[in-house]
């Protein structure tokens, strides 16, 4: 399991458009992924759970990844949070 800190970095945070961005990335690998935040767990991979943390800029989240392709998905999804998804 690897466990990795990262920060909505982009101006309207974790909406719509990112979250369905980072669910169709997740899905791409086999891993199992979670979000934490604020000691809540959700599935990753589930665009309604995403919906649910209401991370806006600046939230800080805990990804965690298992699986057999851990270590390229724990790569591609924090360079999506650091690249603010995209948007400005």
């Known amino acids: 399991m690897i466990i990795r ?3 909505v970095r982009n101006r309207a945070g974790l909406h719509t458009r990112p979250a ?7 899905s791409r690998f086999r ?3 979670f979000i934490e935040k604020d ?13 649910t943390l209401a991370a806006p800029k600046g ?4 990804i965690k990844l ?3 392709d851990e270590n390229e998905a724990v790569e591609a999804i ?6 603010g ?3 400005p």
């Open 5 to 7: 800190k990262v920060t």
């Open 31 to 33: 891993s199992d992924f």
């Open 39 to 51: 000691g809540m767990e959700i599935n990753a991979k589930s665009i309604i759970s995403v919906m």
């Open 20 to 26: 369905a961005a980072l669910v169709k990335l997740a």
């Open 78 to 83: 924090a360079k999506l949070f650091e690249d």
């Open 66 to 68: 298992d699986g057999e």
């Open 59 to 62: 939230t800080k989240l805990k």
């Open 85 to 87: 998804f995209g948007e």
